[in-house]
């Protein structure tokens, strides 16, 4: 194969991917991230991105278990112990990305200031990507956040 033709095989193998995952948005039903996540979690994501007209882009939604603990060791790598890892990355039993219930989006300016109306909020002061369904935010607001996921009750089961 001339040089230049494996260059751009390669490049293409390299980057179609990257690009789709990029890509990926609220309504994107065949994507196992976006499929998966509650229903209802999903049809508030689809309201606000239809009113709004910004395509939601998901970095990551629903994680399957083992998608989830990949996560978490390369979090303590990447931040040197396990009780800072967990500022950011929760285990597979505690994490709402595995049972669906939580989802990393861009952009959010929208959303830290029109979310609430749908029930879309966000949990973490540290991650202004995360968000989760608090259905009673749609009558009184979002719940006062959480400074980091080690504050969070729900991460200390
Ligand atoms: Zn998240």
Not at 1 to 26: E, I, N
Not at 64 to 77: C, H, Y
Request: with cysteine.
């Amino acid at each position: 194969m001339p040089r230049l033709l494996l260059l751009l095989v390669v490049a293409l193998t390299l980057l179609v991917p990257a690009a789709w995952a990029d890509g990926v948005t609220v309504f994107d039903d065949d994507h196992p991230g976006v499929r998966d996540l509650d229903p209802d979690l999903l049809h508030a994501l689809r309201m606000a991105a239809t009113d709004s007209g910004i395509a939601f882009h998901v970095n990551s939604g629903r994680r399957s278990p083992a998608q989830q603990e990949q996560l978490l060791r390369d979090a303590v790598k990447r931040y040197g112990s396990a009780e800072e890892a967990a500022r950011w990355v929760a285990t597979a039993d505690t994490s709402r990305h595995v049972s669906g219930d939580a989802v990393d989006l861009a952009p959010t300016a929208w959303l830290s200031r029109h979310g609430a109306a749908y029930g879309l909020c966000q949990i973490y002061e540290n991650e202004p990507w995360h968000y989760e369904l608090r259905p009673a935010a749609v009558e009184s607001g979002c719940p006062p956040m959480y400074a980091d996921p080690t504050d969070d009750p729900r991460m200390h089961r």
